[in-house]
T-cell receptor
């Protein structure tokens, strides 16, 4: 069964360092998302991406964050200068609104980011 | 803005039925989804309601009332493996999740 894959599964970094989280969405999906979840809290929307551009972003997604689809398969989230409060699980998700049910996102297993 | 309210915790007995409610306030609305998340895992899609009424998928059902900005997830014949967090999520131009309801199941 097709799945969303994310790397790395866990990354530890020093405050102020740049981090890139990678995702391979399901191949025929058109919409891509990043969410984050601080331990024990809710899943928070960061950004959605369609047709090679950001379609929506939250207030969390400030200038320190960027997304890119560098080729036909990868979807990346970059944090330029990490802060302690960026420590969280970052989930990538994809959907195919054309063929699937609205509201159905397929999530990867997440990348746990720990900022020291 | 958008807000979703759901209980933080619910406890039920194995084999019983439990209902998890969700109320929402959004500027736009296409539909209400439900996701399950086990500890340490990714959210997985359970159901979606765009129209009023009940949607049934096996032991799980979901209900929506658009006029009341209210929905619920109904889990029947509870099993221990159903112990997880359950999130409602509203869709307008993006999908926003509620804070989640942790379901505890007693043997």
């Amino acid at each position: 069964e097709p799945e969303v894959t994310q790397t790395p599964s866990h990354q530890v970094t020093q405050m102020g360092q740049e981090v890139i989280l990678r995702c391979v969405p399901i191949s025929n999906h058109l919409y891509f998302y990043w969410y984050r979840q601080i331990l024990g809290q809710k899943v928070e929307f960061l950004v959605s991406f369609y047709n090679n551009e950001i379609s929506e972003k939250s207030e969390i997604f400030d200038d320190q964050f960027s997304v890119e689809r560098p080729d036909g398969s990868n979807f990346t989230l970059k944090i330029r200068s990490t802060k302690l409060e960026d420590s969280a699980m970052y989930f990538c998700a994809s959907s195919d609104l054309a063929g699937g049910r609205l509201g159905e996102l397929f999530f990867g297993e997440g990348s746990r980011l720990t900022v020291l | 803005g958008q807000s979703l309210e759901q209980p933080s915790e619910v406890t039920a007995v194995e084999g019983a039925i439990v209902q998890i409610n969700c109320t929402y306030q959004t500027s736009g609305f296409y539909g209400l989804s439900w996701y399950q998340q086990h500890d340490g895992g990714a959210p997985t899609f359970l159901s979606y309601n765009a129209l009023d009424g009940l949607e049934e998928t096996g032991r799980f059902s979901s209900f929506l009332s658009r006029s009341d900005s209210y929905g619920y997830l109904l889990l029947q014949e509870l099993q221990m493996k159903d112990s997880a967090s359950y999130f409602c999520a509203v869709q307008d131009d993006k999908i926003i999740f509620g804070k989640g309801t942790r379901l505890h199941i007693l043997p």
